[in-house]
């Protein structure tokens, strides 16, 4: 079983930044793919951000490319998301994602990822 813990999350001013945290139980996080997901009230889940299993490749979503940065640390089993210049619209509920399969599926759908953290919550303020 993993276990995903997201933090970080917070309310913040339009132009401000937050890190997202989240933490992994168990030792097969250094060979997944991981995401980040959010979901505004009354939308539908999309997709923010992947990184592959070594940190070598990284995906992003085109409303947030070169604002957000993710990144992990394999010895810490731990995912970032690195949120700048943030924007009312980014309000949302944000979740951490272990990707299912480590070698097909596309980084971007959300039904590729097995296991979900519970979400943090981030508000943008104009």
């Known amino acids: 079983q993993v276990q995903l813990v997201e933090s970080g999350g917070g309310l913040v001013q339009a132009g401000g930044s937050l890190r997202l945290s989240c933490a992994a139980s168990g030792r097969t996080f250094s060979g997944y793919a991981m995401g980040w997901f959010r979901q505004a009230p009354g939308k539908e889940r999309e997709f923010v951000a992947a990184?592959?299993?070594?940190?070598?490749?990284?995906y992003y979503a085109n409303s947030v490319k070169g604002r957000f940065t993710i990144s992990r640390d394999n010895t810490k089993n731990t995912v970032y998301l690195q949120m700048n210049s943030l924007k009312p619209e980014d309000t949302a509920v944000y979740y951490c994602?272990?990707?299912?399969?480590?070698?097909?599926?596309?980084?971007?759908?959300?039904?590729?990822?097995?296991?979900w953290g519970q979400g943090t919550q981030v508000t943008v303020s104009s």
């Open positions: 990184i592959s299993w070594s940190g070598g490749s990284t």
């Open positions: 994602a272990r990707k299912r399969n480590k070698d097909s599926g596309s980084y971007y759908v959300w039904a590729e990822y097995d296991y």
